[in-house]
């Protein structure tokens, strides 16, 4: 991930969402237990300039560090259409969760094993989407939720080289620490900003998945901000750092909405929050639609296997290309609408 200066958090937004953290009682307070026996020593006190306390605090902001425990992760939020020459559209909601678990490994870092699943709901009824009124072609499509078993990746004292998808991604920035954008924020916060900017070959071949693909190349942005409580942070009975947060994905149109390469692509903006009660403290519609696909979603994986794949190449491998109607071409944005000239009167 790309370490960027953020330098704006007395926005609105953000000071809100920091306010909002501190004035609730401490999500913390549930983890009376403290670390389990196989729980590993990790640094607390606060250095942002010390790779292994960023390493060890991200750690348990993104997953629980005490191997016997699994971490339940939810977001939510809408997914935005940008073409050229038209205002941005609301397309449809976007809400899931994901469980982890991490193992410590010999050189002190830690892999974290992740299984995640997000679905699309109806903006008006709320309703799990099953197909979609695609408003940019007028045809009704089939609705694809983002599967991801496992995402797993190194969390260690050096900076994680972006995902392979699979061999796909060939980028090897060089290495260097794991250092990254902290600041304090107010009423007793601390703020972290992550980022990640990719460009790598699409798994789905244009030729073959004509109206899946958005092109030979995959252009993808996500941006991370999470709030917490500084003294969560420096609680050493904490195996978990209790968060919210906020996410956004930059992305070509997703596959199943048949869009091919025409111009433009999705934004996604949503919210997010550890869920303490786990699978009880999520929606229950989520929950049966995700146990409708396996029982297996509810759950952290208990062991590392990969690859670990993104939503492109798990639909490269799991679907097949739709049939395309002769003379099909992808959607056109509407023409530039011409500037309005007033004579002088």
Known sequence: ????????????????????????????????????????????????????????????????????????????GKAYGVRPNEPVRQLFGVEGFSFVRTKRLEDGSYRRMLREIVFYRDLETGKILETWDNPYTGETVKVVPIANDPFNFTISQWAPEPPSYGGLNKDKPP???????????PNGTMILRTDIDMQYPNALDPAKWVRESAGAMNRVSEHFIYT??????????????????????????????????????????????????????LPADLVAAARAM??????????????????????????????VPAGWTPPK????AKALVRKPE
Request: proline share 10%; glycine share 6%; hydrophobic share 35%.
């Open 175 to 185: 290495r260097k620490p794991f250092l990254q954008d902290w600041e304090f924020g």
């Open 294 to 323: 396996d029982e297996k979603w509810l759950h952290a994986p208990t062991e590392d296997y990969g690859p670990s794949l993104s939503s492109l190449e798990n639909y490269a491998r799991e679907q097949k290309p739709a049939p």
């Open 333 to 336: 944005p509407p023409p530039a």
């Open 1 to 76: 991930m790309d370490d960027m200066k953020f330098s704006r958090r007395e926005s609105l937004g953000l000071a809100g969402l920091a306010a909002g953290i501190a004035a609730a009682p401490s999500l913390a307070q549930a983890a009376t237990a403290g670390p389990s026996k196989a729980t590993p020593a990790f640094r607390t006190k606060i250095d942002f300039k010390d790779p292994e306390w960023n390493r060890d605090v991200y750690a348990r902001l993104d997953a629980d560090i005490d191997p016997t425990k699994e971490k339940c992760g939810w977001l939510k």
């Open 228 to 281: 917490v409580q500084r003294k969560d942070v420096e609680n050493p009975r904490l195996t978990h750092i209790p968060h919210i947060g906020a996410w956004s994905r930059i992305t070509p149109w997703l596959p199943w909405m048949l869009m091919g390469q025409a111009e433009g692509h999705v934004n996604y903006f949503t919210h997010f929050q550890t869920i303490e009660d786990g699978v009880k403290g």
